[in-house]
């Protein structure tokens, strides 16, 4: 049987404060291998909150995560940072590229960070990923030097540098046009048609939403739904 590379088990995210918000309430659910997934929700209804606790970027109030079936609820701050820089890959809205490193630079970090690689190799495979993605002629150029899309692409070499087999992604075509919003759809979607990993993202666009594999629907921080997409192959 195939071990979920995230699953969530009744997990809720508490605000504490004068008045308790909360984000995510008594969540359970799993990412499975080759899987398309797009969290939907109106504003407000903890969609990037979910994100952000399958992540490992925020820790649930109660309930657990387990990456490759393995508990994080006790882990060190030093054990989940590694575990994610090996297992999951995150792209955001607004990039969040350092505007003084060179975009190979920034592709480099993460796997700096991991230290499993000698320095050549680090930036070899920086510069392989980047070409992959079409910015081959960009390499030393810095990140105000490109468009937003170019900008993106980025972004999704910088989360695949570790080879992680998940994305994670917030609105990662939110403040992009239309043309660049496809490319970038259609980066993720070879991610898991072509390599094999699960991306998960956040996204407000309904019409990308139907095109992946299956939406989870968050309303008032719970699990509305969860179902495969009609349109997932188009």
Do not use: W
């Not at 490759?68 to 006790?74: K, L, Q, V, Y």
């Not at 540098?161 to 970038?184: H, K, R, W």
């Amino acid at each position: 049987m195939t071990t979920a590379l995230i699953e969530a088990r009744h997990m809720t995210r508490i605000l504490s404060g004068v008045v308790p918000v909360t984000l995510v309430q008594d969540i359970s659910l799993t990412i499975m291998p080759c899987e398309f997934v797009a969290i939907t929700g109106p504003s407000g209804s903890g969609k990037s909150s979910l994100l952000y606790l399958l992540g490992l970027l925020d820790l649930p109030t109660s309930g657990d995560v387990l990456i490759n079936g393995r508990s994080t609820r006790t882990m060190t701050e030093e054990e989940r940072a590694e575990v994610r820089l090996a297992h999951l890959g995150f792209v955001f809205q607004f990039h969040f590229l350092l505007p003084e490193f060179s975009i190979t630079e920034n592709v480099a970090l993460p796997m700096r960070a991991l230290g499993r690689l000698a320095p050549r190799a680090i930036v070899a495979r920086a510069e392989d990923l980047l070409d992959s993605l079409g910015l081959g002629d960009h390499l030393r150029k810095t990140p105000d030097q490109l468009s937003g899309g170019q900008r993106q692409r980025v972004a999704v070499a910088r989360a695949l540098a570790n080879d992680p087999p998940v994305i994670l992604a917030d609105e990662p075509t939110g403040s992009l046009d239309s043309v660049s919003t496809e490319q970038v759809f259609d980066i993720l979607r070879d991610l898991v048609e072509q390599q094999g990993k699960a991306v998960v993202s956040v996204t407000h666009d309904l019409n990308l939403a139907a095109r992946m594999h299956r939406q989870i629907r968050i309303i008032d921080g719970r699990l509305a739904s969860d179902e495969r997409s009609i349109g997932a192959n188009a």
